[in-house]
């Protein structure tokens, strides 16, 4: 699978493909270690967008390859001893592709699988943009069961990015299953009442 980092200086903004098998290896090295190299010296100070492979077109990040993963963040995190616990809660289900910390141990971001019943992932941009929305409330809601801490709502559309940083406890599971949903018509609401007592039933929640 392949995603696109980011970086903006103020004279210039550049995208460039690379593959996350690649950015997750180069996470787990001790910086300076030869073996990451000339990649951590690309990847430093970069935004990672892992939803989509992107483009820059007008000075704008235009999406061209819908990855299916859904980026979750849990902030406000005391350290190190509770970013652990977050990861490793997030290790143990099965959709979890990768899980890792900043460098203070305040935030864990959490990327999850999703796909079509088929296996496959919408194109079309308006089908992404609901497609991701669904998939990300789904994804907050399923977590949020397993996590002892809030995790954040925002970051619901393809755009969301994240940092790379340096973390050589980051989880990573490239076999990681994805979770099936239809593609939606429409854009969700506002939760209800009806809809949460249906995410507690949720036959994934009753996997985990």
């Given at each position: 699978?392949?995603?696109?980092?980011?970086?903006?200086?103020?004279?210039?903004?550049?995208?460039?493909?690379?593959?996350?098998?690649?950015?997750?290896?180069?996470?787990?090295?001790?910086?300076?270690?030869?073996?990451?190299g000339?990649?951590?010296?690309?990847?430093?100070?970069?935004?990672?967008?892992?939803?989509?492979?992107?483009?820059?077109?007008?000075?704008?990040?235009?999406?061209?390859?819908?990855?299916?993963?859904?980026?979750?963040?849990?902030?406000?995190?005391?350290?190190?001893?509770?970013?652990?616990?977050?990861?490793?809660?997030?290790?143990?289900?099965?959709?979890?592709?990768?899980?890792?910390?900043?460098?203070?141990?305040?935030?864990?971001?959490?990327?999850?699988?999703?796909?079509?019943?088929?296996?496959?992932?919408?194109?079309?941009?308006?089908?992404?943009?609901?497609?991701?929305?669904?998939?990300?409330?789904?994804?907050?809601?399923?977590?949020?069961?397993?996590?002892?801490?809030a995790?954040?709502?925002?970051?619901?559309?393809?755009?969301?990015?994240?940092?790379?940083?340096?973390?050589?406890?980051?989880?990573?599971?490239?076999?990681?299953?994805?979770?099936?949903?239809?593609?939606?018509?429409?854009?969700?609401?506002?939760?209800?009442?009806?809809?949460?007592?249906?995410?507690?039933?949720d036959?994934?929640?009753?996997?985990?």
């Open positions: 699978m392949n995603i696109s980092y980011f970086k903006e200086t103020t004279v210039k903004k550049s995208i460039r493909n690379i593959s996350f098998a690649d950015v997750m290896e180069c996470m787990q090295e001790e910086p300076g270690r030869a073996k990451a000339l990649l951590a010296k690309r990847l430093k100070g970069a935004s990672l967008l892992c939803t989509s492979t992107f483009v820059l077109k007008d000075g704008l990040r235009v999406p061209t390859n819908y990855n299916g993963v859904v980026v979750l963040q849990v902030s406000n995190l005391t350290g190190l001893a509770e970013a652990s616990l977050v990861k490793q809660t997030a290790a143990e289900l099965p959709q979890t592709l990768a899980a890792y910390a900043d460098t203070c141990g305040t935030r864990v971001y959490i990327l999850v699988l999703f796909t079509l019943p088929d296996g496959a992932l919408p194109s079309a941009e308006e089908e992404v943009k609901l497609f991701h929305a669904h998939a990300h409330r789904r994804a907050v809601r399923l977590y949020q069961g397993q996590i002892p801490f995790v954040d709502t925002g970051g619901d559309t393809p755009e969301v990015s994240c940092p790379f940083v340096h973390d050589a406890t980051r989880y990573y599971a490239p076999q990681a299953k994805p979770v099936l949903q239809s593609q939606p018509t429409e854009m969700p609401g506002e939760a209800t009442w009806q809809e949460a007592v249906r995410a507690d039933n036959p994934l929640r009753r996997q985990m």
